[in-house]
C-alpha cells in the first residue's frame, strides 16, 4: 500500500524560503515518480514539480528558477525547495505518486498525502 507523508509547511515572509518533504513508502521494484501540487481555495489543483527514482524532473514553468525538487533515496524522501515566495505561493502543498513525471496533470496521480499548509504573508 502506497503510502505519502508531506511536511515543513509553515508560515513564510515575502522573499523567504521553505523546503518541503514528501516521505513515502509502499513502492513495488523501487521505482517511483513523485509529483508536487498546490492547492489554493476556489482554484484548480496545480502541477509544480515531479521526480523520479532515476532523478529525471520535470517543473512547472510558473515556478521555474524558483521551486527545485530532489530525492533521497536513503529517506525515501522527495523534497521540494521553495525560494523567493510571495503570497501567491499560499496555499495547500501536496504531493502524489505516478508511474512518470512526463506530465503535471493531477489527474494521473494517484495516491495523494495529506498536504501541508503554506502561507506567504508578511
Known amino acids: 500500500q502506497v503510502q505519502l507523508v508531506e511536511s515543513g509547511g509553515g508560515l513564510v515572509r515575502p522573499g523567504g524560503s521553505l523546503k518541503l518533504a514528501c516521505t513515502f513508502s509502499g513502492f513495488g521494484f523501487g521505482y517511483y515518480a513523485i509529483g508536487w501540487f498546490r492547492q489554493v481555495p476556489g482554484k484548480e489543483r496545480e502541477g509544480l514539480s515531479c521526480i523520479n527514482s532515476d532523478g529525471d524532473t520535470n517543473v512547472a514553468d510558473s515556478v521555474k528558477g524558483r521551486f527545485t525538487v530532489s530525492r533521497d533515496h536513503a529517506k525515501t524522501a522527495v523534497y521540494l525547495q521553495m525560494n523567493s515566495l510571495t503570497p501567491e505561493d499560499t496555499g495547500i502543498y501536496y504531493c502524489a505518486e505516478s508511474t512518470f513525471c512526463a506530465t503535471l496533470d493531477p489527474s494521473i496521480f494517484a495516491s495523494w498525502g ?9
Open 114 to 122: 495529506q498536504g501541508t499548509q503554506v502561507t506567504v504573508s508578511s
